[in-house]
Every structure is written in structure tokens, then in C-alpha cells.
């Protein structure tokens, strides 16, 4: 039987989980694959923390070249995280012939160019299905399976803690705060959430399935970024009363070439098969032009679920089908034409609006008279019962209007005397 | 530019939408994947029929043996349906040293034993990624991505006919004869629907899907099968009242070196991924050891959705993954130990009972007590309005409870004199 060497750098939870299977599951592997898959060395700069497994200590280094210059390993699985280090163990393996496996989506995003470039330059495969969704089969489909199809568009619901806090505060109609605390208690939050919350490891998994799926390349800084922690409680209700539910969502689409991509709260119509996305659970829906839209749903992290993706992608390039789809695949930077991302200020959506204003005759006539001079036309408003005199909340949903316009009318209007807070905008996303 | 020539067989519904595919996006896809898929022959009985698309009158022909003998065609697309003269062509094909992609779920589940033996003692490959789920990636995750994990069980709702009557008649309170009649108007069920509706459709894909995730051979005729045309509207409303939605779903599950494998109308609580999917979607939710529970979600069937994924198996052929697949594998029947089914009076689960009993003092403590010999316990009962002395509904759900003895104990109690008519009893799948 055909035996492959495996080394590890990283050890932490996912790296632990990655070799949980191999050593516990290599013979199901093996009678599955006919493929023997060996896990050979093991680096970790902390060897002493507790770990629920136990290789023998032969297998175990603190030096990254101890795995990548052992010349029987052939593929080296980088799950140390961050950029430089993680870089240059990538780099340098592939430099010394190995085919590599990763989970590194900001490296990926940011830097996934220079890698891809190495890696053809090189001969070899970078795999990385643990860089978006988890265990959920994400990258293979795009590389396999969406290839006879021009995607459109996709969207995804790509960040666990996001959308256990966001599912939190809709579900308890508790605060952003309380639900973020007790989210960092369960271990669904780091302690610095910033990379989480504020949505940029959202953008990174963006960056990935949109290079993919649309066969394009562009400039990662050129997807607008806008997190969850200024989302209040009221708006989460308002938009439930509203019949939608408010979710962090990756937005990608590909129409007369030029791209559409963006990371922000949306609200989301409660028909959409991704409304249904609770907790820490990931799902990603694609439109295709010949099939249809695909949802993909499962875990997007954890240590179990992310460690059967990486083991998924050790299999592929053991097998040899990893190289292939390296080698012929022009889905990848550097073999993809670079592409125009639009400005947020030319999108086309439509939007919920809360006003916060002083009840007196003529203010909503006011508002609203800003907002058609700006081309924006309302499609639905909730007045809330009448103080007299006090400001009072007014909530509206508009029909299709540009964010440009958008952003000017509501510069004109949060200058008006009679509004007392900044206006608060959400974008929306339609659709069954 | 790698070019491999494509040869159709069958051009009816799908061949046509396959073959607008490789006639209209062939640029796109050499794009891609630097291969040029080229469409040289297509075969079909009749080619008077009108079609939305016109290949040159040279690439059409009524002789199998004209597509199968052409040296330079590398693979083969059978599309023709049917058991026997598929196969005379997979077969065949597979001599003459072609590759094949097919969507026969049918033939594959009967007689996928014979076609797969062949296929490995030619060195070919046999594709089949459109045979369940239409354009959902189904049998590439299970033939790579999945590959990490033990699967414990996999739930489907693969009949896009069955789901959209079930859809239409929990949502319009409509009968089953007057869905089926709109359904065959839409288009959405055959003239002859018994294929769908009695659930023999649904118990070929779930011999496909069990083969691979549970890398188990089973003799196709032991999967229990229970289609949905006796299924009446008021045990529909009875379930929506007890927080269910009614299903017809492929069931399988490994456990113990047994298989589990059955077919029938399911009360499906609402929490569950696969109750929202309404109408002709399909979805599969599998279990595994590592992954957790991963749903894919899409169109099922129809032209362009399942020439798709019939594309991508093209696709995959020319790229020689499917090559790697075929030979490494052993997930294919052939090479995977024969299993034991188990027969439905083995089964375990919760059920839905309605009787229709006599409303007199100490006909519900007769059918407990019936119930209770057999060790069968009461969750809860749903007791229509009182008239005294006729014929009412009595609604209960079961505990665990194994099906040999609920036969047992409906047999006797569907014998009293106060009951009225054969007791309704339907399967339940719990969870979230």
C-alpha cells in the first residue's frame, strides 16, 4: 500500500484534532483510500501544555525545519496561524518539494497571490478547505463541482461567534455586550474578538470564495468591512417585526465584470434558507447559472470539524488529485484577471432606516422629502406610538437605492434640528 | 490546450441541457481548467424532437456503437434512463476503453455491483455525481471531502415530486389526488409517477448515498420502502399541531457493523435542517464521527441543475481526478465488506399513531393497555372534541419503541370491536 508522510507545524487545538484522526483512524483511512497516511513529526514551540492525545515524544520537535527538511515527509500542514511565521514555513516547504495544507484564511487572503505563485512556480499544491466553513465541503465544490457553472453570486454566513451573538441577542433580546461576555465564557469568543466581531475574518473567508467562485483576482483592501459590535438590541427587533433577521453576512457577486463584495450586517428576509443559520453554525449559498443556488450548512469551527477538513485535504493531495487541481485549475491569484471591485458608494440595495426624532407635525415629511430628493424612495414605516414633543423612533424600509445617494441624504437629515441621533442604516438582503 | 472529446448518449431533457452546456460555455470552462471539453457525437433514437438547442446535423446519430467506437471520444455521457439498454452502453463503453458519466441512479443502485467490477477491471472510471441531488455536490464530498470521517447517518430529502406534493399539502390543506394532478400540470410529476411517489426513486439514491458514506456493499432489496400516496391530509395537520412537518426521507445509519437503511413518510420536528426544505429542493444531512452534521441544499432535478453536475463529472474526467478516485477508492461496491440490513421489525424510533376508535368509557385505556404489553409507552395524546358514541381520531406519539412489536400491538388493537378503522402509523426523526 502506498505510504505518505505527514508533518504538522502547530499543535494547538486544530493540530491536535488533525492528529487525533491520523493516529487514531489511519487503518479506516487506509481500507477507504488505499492510502497510508503517516504522521511523522509534530512541531510546536510549546510541547509542555496539556493535550488530549499523547504521540511519542520521537515525533515531536520545537524546530519547523525539523519537519520541513525531512525528506520522506512529502506534505507539511501549517496550522500555527498569524502571518510572518506562518508564511514562511509555507513558502519554505514548498521550496522543499512539499505539497502543503493549511487553514490560514488571513494568509490566504492577504498573501494568497505570493503563495499560489511559489506553489506553481514550485510544482506543488497549497489545499486549504479548512479556511472557510469548517468541516462543511466548501473549497472542493468550487474547484470540483461549481466549475461547469458562471457563478453569480455568493453568500455566507461565515463567522461562528458573529452569529452566535447575533442569534443570542435576537433569540434573548439581550445587549451586544452581556451576549459577547458570556460568549467568551463558552469559549465561542477569543478574548481580543476584534478579528471576529469586527468582521474581518469574514472578509478574509470572503476574499477566498470569491477568487475561487468567480475566477478573479482583486485587491483584498477593496472589500468594505463593517462588523457587528455597534448593532443594538432595538434594531434586531425592529427587523424580526419587519419579518427579517439581522445577520453577518460575506456578499460577493460577479455581474458585466465588475465585482460586488462586502462584509456587513444585513438584514436578511426570514424566507432565505440562510435565516434559518443559528449559532455557531456556518452556511454559504451560491448562485450559479446552471444550478441554481447550492447552500452548503454545517460547523464552521471547532476543533473536530476543522481537523476533518484539513484531513480531507491531506487525503486529496496523497492521492494525487490535489496536484492536478493545482496544476490545471486557473482559479487561483496570479492566473486569474484582475478585476474592478465597485466603491461601497456605488452598490444598489435597499435599506432599513431608524430616524430618531422630535414628534412634531411635519418631520416625517421632512425626512422623507430628503430622502426623494436623493432618488430614495420608502417602501414601509413603523412610527412608534405618540410622545408628543419627545424624540421618538421611526423606522423605515426603502426600496432599491443607491448608497451614495443614500449616505447624502442621511448627512442632510441627521443635520436637521429635529433629529436627535445619528441615523442608524442597515443593508438588506431579499429573496426566498 | 489538453483537449478531450466528448461523446452524449441520450439527448433528451438532460443530454440537451449538458450539451448547451459544452456547446455555449466551452470557452469558460477552458478557462478555467486548460482543458478544452469537446462535444463530438450525440446519440438518441429520435432527433426529429424539438429541442432549444441545434448541434451540426454531423454530431448526430441514432447508433450507440457510433459514439462508443469513435477512438477519438475519451468519454462516454449516458443518458438514455432505463436499466437495460444503460447499461448494454456503460458497459460496452467501458470495453472500448471510455470513461463514463452517467445519472442513473436506477441502474447504479441495482446493478452498480456488475458496472463498477467492470469499470476497475477496465482501469475506467464510472461518474455519477448527478445521480443524487442534482446539481448539490453529493457524491464528490463522499468521495473525497467526507473521506476523514466514520458517517453515522445520513438523512435525505432526494424526491423533488414527493416534496413538493408534501409541500403543497401541509401548506394548502389540499388532498394528495389533487396535488399529484397540479404536480403532473407544473411538470413537476410523470404521467406514471409511481417511480416517485411510491418511493422507489428515493430508495436508489439512498443505496448510492449508503454505499459510499458507510463503505458497506447491502443487497439493494433489502431498503424497507413506504412511498407517500396513502398519506391523508389530517395526518399532515395532526403532525403540523405536534411540531412536525411530514417528510418522505432516505434514512441511513451504521451503527455496530449494521446498517439501518428504510424509506417512508417521516414526522420531522421542526427544528430540523431538513424541515424547511419545501417544495421540489432536495437536501442531505449526514452525521460523521469528526465533521459533525454538514447539510447540502439545492435543486434536485430539472434540465439545467442536473447538467450541471453531469458537467462536472465531464469535467473531473478530463482532469483525471476521476481516474485517482476509481483506482484508489474502495468505497465502490466490490470492495467493500457485504453488511447486514437490518429488517424493519428491528427498527427503534418514536412514532405517530391516529386511532380511530369508538369515543366510550375505556377504549383509551384499552389501546394503553395494548400498547404497554407490547412495551410501547405514551409520549402524548391528542383527543378530538367529544361525540359521544362515534367514531373519533385518537392521536398519540409513541416513546422509543421497537416496530415488531407496534405491528404486534396495532394488529390486536386494530381488531377490537370499538375501533373503527386500520390504525395510521407513521415514523418520527427528532433533533435539531
Given at each position: 500500500?502506498?505510504?505518505?508522510?505527514?508533518?504538522?507545524?502547530?499543535?494547538?487545538?486544530?493540530?491536535?484534532?488533525?492528529?487525533?484522526?491520523?493516529?487514531?483512524?489511519?487503518?479506516?483511512?487506509?481500507?477507504?483510500?488505499?492510502?497510508?497516511?503517516?504522521?511523522?513529526?509534530?512541531?510546536?514551540?510549546?510541547?509542555?501544555?496539556?493535550?488530549?492525545?499523547?504521540?511519542?515524544?520521537?515525533?515531536?520537535?520545537?524546530?519547523?525545519?525539523?519537519?520541513?527538511?525531512?525528506?520522506?515527509?512529502?506534505?507539511?500542514?501549517?496550522?500555527?496561524?498569524?502571518?510572518?511565521?506562518?508564511?514562511?514555513?509555507?513558502?519554505?516547504?514548498?521550496?522543499?518539494?512539499?505539497?502543503?495544507?493549511?487553514?490560514?484564511?488571513?494568509?490566504?487572503?492577504?498573501?494568497?497571490?505570493?503563495?499560489?505563485?511559489?506553489?506553481?512556480?514550485?510544482?506543488?499544491?497549497?489545499?486549504?478547505?479548512?479556511?472557510v466553513g469548517g468541516a462543511i465541503p466548501v473549497i472542493s465544490p468550487l474547484t470540483s463541482t461549481f466549475l461547469s457553472n458562471r457563478i453569480h453570486s455568493i453568500v455566507g454566513i461565515v463567522n461562528g461567534t458573529c452569529n452566535y451573538i447575533l442569534t443570542?441577542?435576537?433569540?434573548?433580546?439581550?445587549?451586544?455586550?452581556?451576549?459577547?461576555?458570556?460568549?467568551?465564557?463558552?469559549?465561542?469568543?477569543?478574548?481580543?474578538?476584534?478579528?471576529?466581531?469586527?468582521?474581518?475574518?469574514?472578509?478574509?473567508?470572503?476574499?477566498?470564495?470569491?477568487?475561487?467562485?468567480?475566477?478573479?483576482?482583486?485587491?483584498?483592501?477593496?472589500?468594505?468591512?463593517?462588523?457587528?459590535?455597534?448593532?443594538?438590541?432595538?434594531?434586531?427587533?425592529?427587523?424580526?417585526?419587519?419579518?427579517?433577521?439581522?445577520?453577518?453576512?460575506?456578499?460577493?457577486?460577479?455581474?458585466?465584470?465588475?465585482?460586488?463584495?462586502?462584509?456587513?450586517?444585513?438584514?436578511?428576509?426570514?424566507?432565505?434558507?440562510?435565516?434559518?443559520?443559528?449559532?455557531?453554525?456556518?452556511?454559504?449559498?451560491?448562485?450559479?447559472?446552471?444550478?441554481?443556488?447550492?447552500?452548503?450548512?454545517?460547523?464552521?469551527?471547532?476543533?473536530?470539524?476543522?481537523?476533518?477538513?484539513?484531513?480531507?485535504?491531506?487525503?486529496?493531495?496523497?492521492?494525487?488529485?490535489?496536484?492536478?487541481?493545482?496544476?490545471?485549475?486557473?482559479?487561483?491569484?496570479?492566473?486569474?484577471?484582475?478585476?474592478?471591485?465597485?466603491?461601497?458608494?456605488?452598490?444598489?440595495?435597499?435599506?432599513?432606516?431608524?430616524?430618531?426624532?422630535?414628534?412634531?407635525?411635519?418631520?416625517?415629511?421632512?425626512?422623507?422629502?430628503?430622502?426623494?430628493?436623493?432618488?430614495?424612495?420608502?417602501?414601509?414605516?413603523?412610527?412608534?406610538?405618540?410622545?408628543?414633543?419627545?424624540?421618538?423612533?421611526?423606522?423605515?424600509?426603502?426600496?432599491?437605492?443607491?448608497?451614495?445617494?443614500?449616505?447624502?441624504?442621511?448627512?442632510?437629515?441627521?443635520?436637521?434640528?429635529?433629529?436627535?441621533?445619528?441615523?442608524?442604516?442597515?443593508?438588506?438582503?431579499?429573496?426566498?
Amino acid at each position: 500500500m502506498k505510504k505518505v508522510y505527514v508533518g504538522l507545524v502547530g499543535f494547538g487545538t486544530v493540530g491536535t484534532g488533525v492528529a487525533k484522526i491520523l493516529l487514531n483512524d489511519a487503518k479506516t483511512i487506509a481500507e477507504r483510500t488505499g492510502t497510508e497516511l503517516i504522521l511523522k513529526k509534530i512541531c510546536d514551540l510549546d510541547l509542555s501544555r496539556a493535550r488530549d492525545i499523547a504521540p511519542p515524544g520521537s515525533m515531536l520537535t520545537t524546530r519547523a525545519d525539523d519537519v520541513i527538511g525531512d525528506p520522506e515527509i512529502g506534505i507539511v500542514v501549517e496550522l500555527i496561524g498569524g502571518i510572518d511565521a506562518a508564511k514562511r514555513v509555507i513558502l519554505n516547504a514548498l521550496r522543499h518539494g512539499k505539497d502543503v495544507v493549511t487553514a490560514n484564511k488571513a494568509l490566504l487572503a492577504t498573501a494568497g497571490d505570493e503563495l499560489f505563485q511559489e506553489a506553481f512556480s514550485c510544482g506543488r499544491s497549497i489545499s486549504f478547505e479548512a479556511s472557510v466553513g469548517g468541516a462543511i465541503p466548501v473549497i472542493s465544490p468550487l474547484t470540483s463541482t461549481f466549475l461547469s457553472n458562471r457563478i453569480h453570486s455568493i453568500v455566507g454566513i461565515v463567522n461562528g461567534t458573529c452569529n452566535y451573538i447575533l442569534t443570542k441577542m435576537a433569540e434573548e433580546r439581550a445587549a451586544y455586550g452581556t451576549v459577547l461576555r458570556e460568549a467568551q465564557k463558552l469559549g465561542y469568543a477569543e478574548a481580543d474578538p476584534a478579528l471576529d466581531v469586527e468582521g474581518i475574518d469574514t472578509a478574509h473567508k470572503l476574499a477566498i470564495l470569491a477568487r475561487l467562485g468567480f475566477a478573479c483576482d482583486f485587491d483584498y483592501s477593496q472589500i468594505y468591512i463593517e462588523g457587528i459590535s455597534k448593532i443594538g438590541i432595538e434594531d434586531i427587533v425592529y427587523a424580526q417585526q419587519l419579518g427579517y433577521v439581522v445577520k453577518l453576512l460575506a456578499i460577493g457577486s460577479h455581474h458585466d465584470g465588475e465585482l460586488e463584495l462586502r462584509v456587513h450586517p444585513t438584514l436578511l428576509s426570514k424566507g432565505h434558507p440562510l435565516a434559518t443559520v443559528r449559532e455557531a453554525f456556518n452556511a454559504i449559498s451560491f448562485e450559479g447559472e446552471a444550478m441554481g443556488r447550492i447552500m452548503l450548512y454545517g460547523r464552521g469551527a471547532g476543533q473536530m470539524p476543522t481537523a476533518s477538513a484539513v484531513t480531507s485535504d491531506i487525503i486529496d493531495v496523497a492521492l494525487g488529485r490535489a496536484a492536478i487541481t493545482a496544476r490545471f485549475l486557473r482559479i487561483f491569484p496570479t492566473r486569474t484577471p484582475r478585476t474592478k471591485v465597485k466603491h461601497i458608494g456605488e452598490i444598489n440595495t435597499r435599506y432599513y432606516l431608524k430616524f430618531t426624532a422630535l414628534d412634531k407635525p411635519g418631520v416625517l415629511a421632512h425626512i422623507a422629502g430628503v430622502l426623494g430628493n436623493h432618488k430614495i424612495s420608502i417602501a414601509s414605516v413603523i412610527q412608534q406610538e405618540e410622545h408628543r414633543g419627545e424624540a421618538v423612533p421611526v423606522v423605515m424600509m426603502t426600496h432599491l437605492a443607491n448608497e451614495a445617494n443614500l449616505r447624502n441624504a442621511l448627512g442632510q437629515i441627521d443635520k436637521l434640528p429635529v433629529v436627535k441621533k445619528k441615523t442608524v442604516f442597515m443593508r438588506v438582503l431579499d429573496g426566498e
